[in-house]
């Protein structure tokens, strides 16, 4: 059977407002993910929401979260008897300020992606090992194999949660203001300033040992 190439859209991936900016299809969706490197993990503990930033990486349909095992949501995701732990995560980037020339029409170019689904502990010693690697070079490609692995203390001090990508949405703002007509005429200005992250020339550890070369994968960023 062949692989489907749009997620299913769900009452909770389905926007009350704007619905023309929504998209499913695995090509947006994806590009999105791997663009950013910050996730927001929303859960529910003791009754009351919570929303932590983290980093996370993407592997076909499934995302990877970590952090320490003392981590309040990776514990709750292995507990029994019913493993798991409900959760939103969301991506975001800004890709513009949008000035109209009435303030309430301002607004932002963005693109997002909300992800609805049951986390699950990785207990799997070859799948967290993946997932880690897959972690590091999320944020510098290559950087995985360039840098000593996790030894066995390390790797027992990190817990790696798993999300299914499943019930998944984007939405995307692009393009300038939308004005009122009788605006149009007022004396203010109006448009789009973009925003768009920037790398700096890397930095060198002040312990790194003469003669290490920089890495080619940063000169390429």
């Given at each position: 059977?062949a692989r489907?190439?749009?997620?299913?859209?769900?009452d909770?991936?389905?926007?009350?407002?704007?619905?023309?900016?929504a998209?499913?299809?695995?090509?947006?969706?994806?590009?999105?993910?791997?663009?950013?490197?910050?996730c927001?993990l929303?859960?529910?503990?003791?009754g009351s929401?919570v929303?932590?930033?983290?980093?996370?990486?993407?592997v076909?349909d499934?995302?990877y979260?970590?952090?320490?095992?003392g981590?309040?949501?990776?514990?709750?995701a292995?507990?029994?008897p019913?493993?798991?732990?409900?959760?939103c995560?969301t991506?975001t980037?800004?890709?513009g300020?949008?000035?109209?020339k009435?303030a309430?029409?301002?607004?932002?170019?963005?693109?997002?992606?909300?992800?609805?689904g049951?986390?699950?502990?990785?207990?799997?010693?070859?799948?967290?090992?993946?997932?880690?690697?897959?972690?590091?070079?999320?944020v510098v490609?290559?950087r995985?194999?360039?840098?000593?692995?996790?030894n066995?203390?390390?790797?027992?001090?990190?817990?790696v949660?798993?999300?299914?990508?499943?019930?998944v949405?984007?939405?995307?703002?692009?393009?300038?203001p939308?004005?009122?007509p009788?605006?149009?005429?007022?004396?203010?200005?109006?448009?789009?300033?973009p925003?768009?992250?920037?790398?700096?020339?890397?930095?060198?550890?002040?312990?790194l040992?003469?003669g290490t070369p920089?890495?080619?994968?940063?000169?390429a960023?």
């Amino acid at each position: 059977m062949a692989r489907a190439e749009s997620y299913a859209p769900t009452d909770r991936t389905t926007p009350t407002r704007a619905r023309e900016r929504a998209a499913y299809d695995h090509e947006t969706v994806h590009a999105i993910l791997d663009t950013g490197y910050v996730c927001h993990l929303g859960f529910v503990r003791d009754g009351s929401p919570v929303v932590l930033p983290t980093l996370y990486g993407r592997v076909g349909d499934r995302l990877y979260l970590h952090g320490s095992t003392g981590s309040r949501p990776l514990r709750m995701a292995g507990q029994a008897p019913d493993p798991g732990l409900e959760v939103c995560v969301t991506v975001t980037h800004v890709d513009g300020l949008v000035l109209a020339k009435s303030a309430f029409h301002h607004s932002i170019n963005y693109r997002c992606v909300v992800v609805h689904g049951t986390a699950h502990q990785v207990t799997d010693e070859e799948e967290k090992t993946a997932a880690l690697d897959a972690l590091v070079d999320h944020v510098v490609p290559g950087r995985a194999a360039d840098s000593r692995p996790g030894n066995a203390k390390e790797l027992a001090a990190t817990a790696v949660i798993r999300l299914d990508l499943r019930e998944v949405s984007a939405k995307i703002r692009t393009g300038g203001p939308s004005e009122e007509p009788e605006d149009l005429a007022l004396p203010y200005w109006s448009g789009v300033l973009p925003v768009a992250p920037v790398y700096g020339a890397p930095i060198p550890s002040d312990d790194l040992a003469p003669g290490t070369p920089e890495p080619a994968y940063l000169s390429a960023r």
